[in-house]
């Protein structure tokens, strides 16, 4: 690491469900020193009926069926060191094609993702990042902006147990930055997942809410660009890029590379900034390492101990001041918060964040290097779905629970429910009142907090 650290911004990307193995695992064999598929020794699953499924390269960007990834599947699918992959997912769908079953155990060839790929190649790529929590997305995007999820690991089972996720009121990443005297904003799509974590519905960290538009405007000006930057995919509808199965996996990579391409285009933020890429969870894809065991983040453990990190998932660390390697330590979503805790000197979030490594190891170039991909292009045809019908699916877990969210806070702001694009526009104009100081804090949004918050 450089004797100061040059990085002055900090922009975090966190896309959707997808392993290791399953999206990075085919670069093994360009980037040396990886540890992914060894395409002459794949690993190997077997259904109930004992047929095997070995890890196999595929170019299909939209599977069938939307792998679960729930704690207890998670569990199923980590047995007998990761043997239970295609068993878990065969319990979901009896009636999966041979072909779908395979979906499980593959993954994408060297080259054919031109977003990730392409910057692997260039930098830092980490292969013992593990998922927080073993288990699905909103535990462990709760760990990647606070450092816990307050004792829950489990998605809510429908409206009568979303109220239960309104107890997230833990202090995050952006309280400590504003305490700090740091600036920062959030970037989305249609709706910010973040507003979960309840303390985001105060004022001074409503008003920091900015539609995804204004990202690729702000990065026009390096000395007026945030200190820290959240950025959020699209979760809904048919354009969602997230890289939520069933959706076309392409999507996602042109998120990818017009993050990039926007920083990397003005010289002074590209010298000053890091940009971290990672998938919240692995989504039920494969992986072939078995997830280490972890420091509980606090004493909240009602629905799990929190001792074992989740599965391995993508994730970029890219400036130029990192080096074009593959990187072996161990880090999960908390090592994000400790880079940043360190570096601003800002108040602790709990146990697993103070011991988990920093991502600074990362930081070893002593020059900003000059040798970097300079655009990536993704190209329209590629977003183009094979199977247009799956675009419309948001039957998982994270987009129903994700929609009554966003359809709760409609209804407690005096409005009947809505669907979630009604919903994402109507809560974008309440950001922009907030804002511009139109209004305050909705007295709705005040009743969404429990007693004394």
């Not at 085919?26 to 690993?43: E, F, R, S």
């Not at 031109?114 to 292969?127: E, N, Y």
């Not at 900015?210 to 200190?227: A, C, G, L, Q, Y």
């Not at 950025?231 to 996602?252: A, Q, R, S």
Request: aromatic share 10%.
């Amino acid at each position: 690491m450089p004797v100061n650290d040059p990085i002055r911004h900090v922009i975090l990307l966190i896309m959707e469900n997808r392993s290791f193995d399953h999206m990075m695992g085919g670069l093994a064999g360009v980037l040396p020193g990886l540890d992914g598929v060894d395409p002459a020794n794949p690993h190997v699953n077997r259904d109930p009926a004992g047929h095997a499924y070995f890890q196999a390269p595929s170019e299909i960007t939209q599977t069938t069926s939307d792998p679960k990834h729930e704690h207890a599947d998670v569990l199923i699918q980590l047995q007998n060191r990761n043997s239970g992959f295609v068993l878990d997912f065969v319990q979901a769908y009896p009636a999966a094609t041979v072909q779908e079953r395979q979906q499980i155990m593959d993954y994408f060839p060297a080259g054919f993702l031109p977003g990730l790929h392409s910057l692997a190649r260039d930098f830092t790529t980490c292969d013992r990042w593990y998922a927080s929590v073993p288990g699905p997305t909103w535990p462990n995007r709760f760990f990647a902006l606070s450092g816990t999820s307050l004792g829950r690991i489990l998605m809510p089972a429908g409206v009568t147990d979303l109220g239960s996720y309104f107890q997230q009121t833990q202090q995050t990443i952006f309280d400590r930055l504003n305490q700090a005297g740091r600036t920062w904003k959030t970037y989305f799509y249609d709706f910010p997942s973040s507003w979960l974590l309840l303390r985001n519905l105060l004022p001074e960290n409503l008003a920091q809410y900015r539609m995804i538009d204004e990202f690729f405007e702000d990065v026009r000006d390096e000395k007026s660009f945030p200190d820290f930057v959240f950025l959020e995919p699209k979760y809904f509808g048919p354009d969602e890029n997230d890289d939520h199965p069933p959706h076309n996996v392409m999507k996602g990579e042109k998120v990818i590379a017009d993050v990039y391409n926007a920083i990397r285009s003005n010289p002074d933020l590209w010298n000053s900034s890091l940009l971290v890429i990672l998938f919240d969870e692995h989504g039920g894809f494969y992986d072939h390492v078995t997830p280490p065991g972890a420091v509980a983040p606090d004493d909240h453990q009602m629905e799990y101990s929190f001792d074992q990190l989740g599965v391995r998932v993508p994730a970029l660390l890219i400036s130029p001041w990192v080096s074009r390697m593959v990187e072996h330590t161990q880090f999960d979503h908390t090592s994000v918060l400790k880079y940043l805790i360190d570096k601003w000197r800002l108040g602790p979030l709990g146990r697993r964040a103070e011991a988990a490594t920093s991502i600074a190891i990362a930081l070893r170039e002593s020059q900003a290097r000059t040798d970097t991909v300079p655009f990536i292009r993704v190209s329209y045809t590629m977003l183009m779905p094979p199977n247009p019908e799956l675009e419309t699916r948001d039957d998982s877990n994270h987009h129903d629970a994700l929609r009554l969210f966003a359809q709760h806070l409609e209804t407690q702001m005096g409005g009947p429910p809505v669907d979630a694009a009604d919903a994402a526009q109507r809560m974008s104009q309440l950001v922009a009142n907030v804002r511009s100081g139109v209004l305050g804090v909705p007295t709705a949004l005040r009743a969404l907090r429990p007693a004394g918050f």
